[in-house]
């Protein structure tokens, strides 16, 4: 047998739902199978899904197993964007973290504004 590096790929849950979905149809435990639960999977797949039972479990189970599978994997979730601040929130007066760089470069700004406009009224 040759080491063989096994590669992990992100799970989805959509394509969970997907194999999920295949239960309908007989072919249950394929979900599990993509997830890496290979003995439950290959247990649902010769019992029918524990009977029907674990595919009706399963629907409300493959978020967290996903997250688990992808949590194992290495794979974390995305970090929450924090929330926009409205124009309540937001006060007239400069921040405490205001550099006098950003003022500087406001100030040739409008250096440059001025001299253009002169320019134009030449």
């Not at 063989?4 to 969970?16: F, P």
């Not at 500087?104 to 700004?109: G, K, N």
Request: charged share 25%; with cysteine.
């Amino acid at each position: 047998m040759s080491n063989q590096e096994t590669t992990h790929e992100e799970k989805h849950a959509s394509i969970a739902y997907l194999l999920w979905g295949l239960g309908f149809v007989g072919i249950c435990g394929l979900h599990r199978m993509y997830l890496g639960q290979y003995q439950l999977g290959t247990a649902m797949l010769f019992t029918f899904g524990l009977c029907g039972v674990g595919q009706l479990v399963d629907v409300a189970v493959i978020n967290q197993a996903v997250q688990e599978s992808n949590s194992k994997a290495g794979y974390h979730p995305p970090e929450s964007v924090p929330a926009r601040t409205s124009k309540s929130d937001v006060s007239s007066e400069p921040k405490e973290e205001d550099t006098s760089d950003e003022v500087d470069e406001l100030d040739l700004e409008q250096a440059s504004i001025e001299e253009t406009m002169k320019k134009l009224r030449e």
